[in-house]
């Protein structure tokens, strides 16, 4: 008998469709509905945030893709002294969304409790689509424009206002990769099942 209770509950959490991540990408980045396929929660997650907030499937799909490319723990690459000693992380942006500790906490004491998980692509999405929307409450700048909620998404709402990403070419790219990426998803959405 608690052999057969075992195995219901591993069934019962494998069909909540990844709440908590495996580490591991979806194998096909480029096509919305071959990630929506192979991660179904994905799926509830950004449409409970869109909802929520109003954040749009398609932009959260190119954030979280530029942030971590879908993986769940991902982190920054680590800092080295002399070449070779590691001496810790460049930051410490964690998760599908790559929030930092700092902004985590903000979110958590507003939104999310003490129990939220960045690697839990359920809170990631729900961080982003908070912060989004408080970007777009603050500054105006509406949900449906991913790459300038990108913008303020990695400078910061206060650098954003400064407007601290002119001064880097390589995140004015990076920005406008994104809206293409987001317009690419949103083509494709419809055609998923």
């Not at 396929?37 to 799909?61: C, D, I, T």
């Not at 293409?180 to 998923?192: D, I, T, V």
């Amino acid at each position: 008998m608690k052999r057969i209770l075992q195995i219901g509950c591993l069934l019962m959490l494998a069909a909540c469709g990844g709440g908590g991540g495996s580490g591991k990408a979806p194998s096909n980045l480029d096509d919305a509905c071959a990630i929506l396929a192979q991660r179904p929660g994905y799926l509830r997650a950004f449409r409970a945030a869109e909802r929520k907030w109003g954040v749009p499937v398609h932009v959260q799909m190119a954030t979280i893709y530029q942030e971590s490319k879908f993986v769940s723990d991902a982190r920054t690459p680590l800092r080295f002294s002399l070449g070779v000693i590691p001496v810790g992380r460049q930051s410490s942006a964690f998760g599908y969304s790559q929030a930092l500790d700092g902004t985590w906490k903000e979110y958590q004491e507003a939104q999310g409790g003490r129990r939220t998980r960045r690697d839990d692509i359920r809170h990631a999405t729900d961080f982003m689509g908070w912060y989004m929307a408080e970007t777009q409450r603050r500054l105006g700048i509406s949900v449906h424009d991913a790459r300038n909620q990108y913008l303020a998404y990695h400078d910061g709402r206060n650098g954003y206002s400064r407007g601290t990403y002119r001064a880097k070419p390589w995140l004015m790219r990076v920005s406008g990769q994104i809206e293409a990426r987001a317009l690419m998803y949103q083509q494709q959405l419809p055609r998923c099942r």
